[in-house]
């Protein structure tokens, strides 16, 4: 629906043009919000999830941009502490579990929400259930611990058709037993049944800032949830424009490319990106 700066014939798009779509965060950095995804957007998709990390040369401007504007966050699927660790930046907040989790700058205690925390041992016991079965140890299925909700990952299995088919089964079981089921890139997140997703997040993480413009930046299906809550403060008079921007991979949901206004390629153009929102400081 939007702009796309993306690389043709590894020619980057001219960044008079990306400062052109950030024109409303550049105008006024004390009063605008960077808000940005983590894996697949400023950690490279990798084969194990527990390997991520965010790049040095990434990480540089997002530390001149937690200087300069008004608020900065990470939110990710992850635990918020867990994002902390991949991002490696403590004086940032960080959002995590789809919006249930708030770490905020500076802080060591993560604030949980009560409705989603209320469900932890019954997710618990289902993955660990799950995860005892022998068809999950075959097809090398890996589970994710996150508190309130149970990941299954089936990236980099020896035959992810199979492993994935293994993840379907304990999907139908997982519905059967009340929980509620979210699907990412090669993951299946099983979830306590309460209202949580990253723009529901955004919107209670932004209340009572005073701020005028706010970006997000994700690349899977979580991430529409978060263009949705940006959407929702602009037509409540909360924030006068927001920049949904879609990271683009050969994995990308097709409704990231339609829903986004401003579509980079992968994390190597989020961190041009970062690199002209840090130009303020100079």
């Known amino acids: 629906m939007g702009l796309c700066l993306c690389h043709t014939d590894g020619v980057s798009v001219a960044a008079t043009s990306l400062?052109?779509?950030?024109?409303?965060?550049?105008?006024?950095?004390?009063?605008?919000?960077?808000?940005?995804?983590?894996d697949g957007t400023l950690a490279p998709i990798v084969r194990h999830a527990e390997d991520a990390h965010v790049p040095e040369p990434t990480r540089r401007p997002?530390?001149?941009?937690?200087?300069?504007?008004?608020?900065?966050?990470?939110?990710?699927?992850?635990?918020?502490?867990?994002?902390?660790?991949?991002?490696?930046i403590g004086s940032i907040t960080y959002l995590g579990n789809h919006g249930s989790e708030v770490l905020p700058g500076g802080a060591s205690e993560v604030?949980?929400?009560?409705?989603?925390?209320?469900?932890?041992?019954?997710v618990r016991a289902f993955a660990d259930t799950e995860l005892a079965q022998a068809d999950v140890?075959?097809?090398?299925?890996?589970?994710?611990?996150?508190?309130?909700?149970?990941?299954?990952?089936?990236?980099?299995?020896?035959?992810?058709?199979?492993a994935e088919a293994v993840v379907d089964a304990i999907a139908a079981r997982a519905t059967a037993a009340g929980f509620a089921l979210h699907r990412g890139r090669k993951v299946l997140e099983v979830r306590p049944p309460v209202a949580?997703?990253?723009?529901?997040?955004?919107?209670?993480?932004?209340?009572?800032?005073?701020?005028?413009?706010?970006?997000?930046?994700?690349?899977?299906?979580?991430?529409?949830?978060?263009f949705a809550g940006?959407?929702?403060?602009?037509?409540?008079?909360?924030?006068?424009?927001?920049?949904?921007v879609g990271v683009r991979s050969d994995e990308t949901p097709p409704e990231i490319e339609r829903d986004a206004d401003l579509l980079v390629d992968g994390p190597s153009g989020v961190r041009e990106l970062l690199a002209v929102l840090a130009t303020v400081a100079g």
Request: aromatic letters at 4%.
């Open 196 to 226: 949580m997703d990253k723009g529901l997040g955004i919107e209670r993480l932004l209340a009572g800032h005073g701020l005028r413009v706010a970006l997000y930046a994700g690349d899977d299906r979580t991430d529409l949830d978060a």
């Open 19 to 38: 400062q052109n779509a950030l024109a409303p965060l550049l105008a006024d950095p004390s009063g605008a919000a960077v808000l940005l995804d983590v």
């Open 137 to 162: 140890a075959r097809t090398r299925v890996r589970g994710e611990d996150k508190e309130a909700i149970a990941a299954f990952h089936w990236r980099g299995a020896p035959d992810e058709q199979a």
């Open 62 to 88: 997002l530390i001149t941009i937690a200087r300069h504007y008004g608020f900065v966050a990470c939110v990710s699927g992850r635990r918020a502490a867990t994002a902390r660790r991949i991002v490696s």
């Open 111 to 122: 604030t949980v929400d009560a409705d989603v925390a209320a469900w932890t041992a019954r």
């Open 230 to 244: 940006l959407r929702r403060l602009v037509a409540a008079g909360s924030l006068e424009r927001a920049v949904c």
